[in-house]
């Protein structure tokens, strides 16, 4: 089954830094678009920002010029660099990624599964003083 797992979350002061990393695992035979989200507590989730699999990337205009996503693709895994943060970047962050998993019987691969849209299970960023 493919997995998507998060980590580089944490606590941070004002203006500080951190890096998420994204890896995808399993039985993948390719990955499309990959994404960053995050949801405050009682917001909705937003799109942060999103990477092409030829490397094309957007943002969101309030991260913009602070925040920048990357991909490895021979490590299936997305990133976001996060710069100068800010209180109002404190969230929930969420990786998603597009991706066609290798169809298997008995553990060897006979095909490709259709795309399919994968979510990582989240991690806390907080920025605070």
């Known amino acids: 089954q493919v997995q998507l797992v998060e980590s580089g979350g944490g606590l941070v002061q004002p203006g500080g830094s951190l890096r998420l990393s994204c890896a995808a695992s399993g039985s993948i035979f390719s990955i499309n678009a990959m994404a960053w989200y995050r949801q405050a507590p009682g917001k909705q989730r937003e799109l942060v920002a999103t990477?092409?699999?030829?490397?094309?990337?957007n943002y969101a205009d309030s991260v913009k010029g602070r925040f920048t996503i990357s991909r490895d693709n021979p490590k299936n895994t997305v990133y976001l660099q996060m710069n100068s943060l800010k209180p109002e970047d404190t969230a929930v962050y969420y990786c998603?990624?597009?991706?066609?998993?290798?169809?298997?019987?008995?553990?060897?691969?006979?095909?490709?599964?259709?795309?399919?849209?994968?979510w990582g299970q989240g991690t806390q960023v907080t920025v605070s003083s």
């Open positions: 990477v092409a699999s030829g490397g094309d990337t």
């Open positions: 998603n990624a597009d991706i066609r998993a290798n169809r298997l019987h008995f553990g060897r691969p006979i095909g490709t599964m259709p795309w399919q849209d994968y």
